[in-house]
């Protein structure tokens, strides 16, 4: 099946700094892909839609200035957490769809991102 | 977006057929239904995919009934790394730009 990748697989960093988590679709075009972030013990939570080539979609609740996504080709979107703090602390993940065959297929998942702020 | 709703967790023992299911009773024609697997710190892994009826591939069994209100995924003789995390969605296969809304999913511990 189709691979989506991230990068880093888990960083560290100070309290105020930002951090850029990388996501790629490697083996297919995906002109949309979505952030979510999960929590311990937690469901995954939607955060955004990215679009390739225009601004992304927030769920709401989610601070779009706190949160900059970027998705500058059909094979990269960009997730950056500005300023970031100890609760910005969780586990990140983005997916993408997959088209072929003329229809869609199932969503595919990165291997997450651990960020942790101290 | 049609909400689902799931057993938050489930006991079984190796060996055992498990079967986990999903109340999706607001689901819309073009809605898809799909199961997902989690293990701790991975991104969720594809299970199987249906639109009604049942589906069968190497991991696992969807059976969906005809008023698509609800569905069952089906795990044949379970073993210890099927503990993880399943979540039920459902979503409109026909848009790429359909987000996929997860709900509590089911905790799944298999004992020996």
């Known amino acids: 099946g189709a691979v989506v990748s991230q990068h880093p697989s888990w960083v560290i960093c100070k309290s105020g700094t930002s951090v850029k988590i990388e996501c790629r679709s490697l083996?297919?075009?995906?002109?949309?892909m979505f952030w979510y972030r999960q929590f311990p013990k937690q469901s995954l939570m939607l955060m955004a839609t990215s679009n390739e080539g225009s601004k992304a979609t927030y769920e709401q609740g989610v601070e779009k200035d706190k949160f900059l996504i970027n998705h500058a080709s059909l094979t990269l979107s960009t997730l950056t957490v500005t300023s970031a703090h100890p609760e910005d602390s969780s586990f990140y993940i983005c997916s993408a769809r997959d088209y072929a065959g003329g229809s869609y297929n199932e969503q595919f998942f990165g291997p997450g991102t651990r960020l942790t702020v101290l | 977006l049609a909400k689902t709703t799931q057993p938050i967790s489930m006991d079984s023992y190796e060996g055992q057929e498990v079967n986990i299911t999903c109340s999706h009773n607001n689901i819309a024609t073009n809605d898809y239904i799909t199961w997902y697997q989690q293990f701790p710190s991975q991104g969720p892994r594809f299970i199987i995919q249906g639109y009604k009826t049942k589906v069968t591939n190497e991991v696992a069994s969807l059976f969906i009934p005809a008023d698509r209100k609800s569905s069952t995924l089906s795990l044949p003789r379970v073993s210890l790394s099927d503990t993880a995390v399943y979540y039920c969605l459902v979503g409109d296969m026909n848009t790429g730009f359909q987000k996929l809304v997860f709900g509590t999913g089911t905790r799944l511990l298999v004992s020996p």
């Open positions: 083996d297919f075009q995906a002109t949309t």
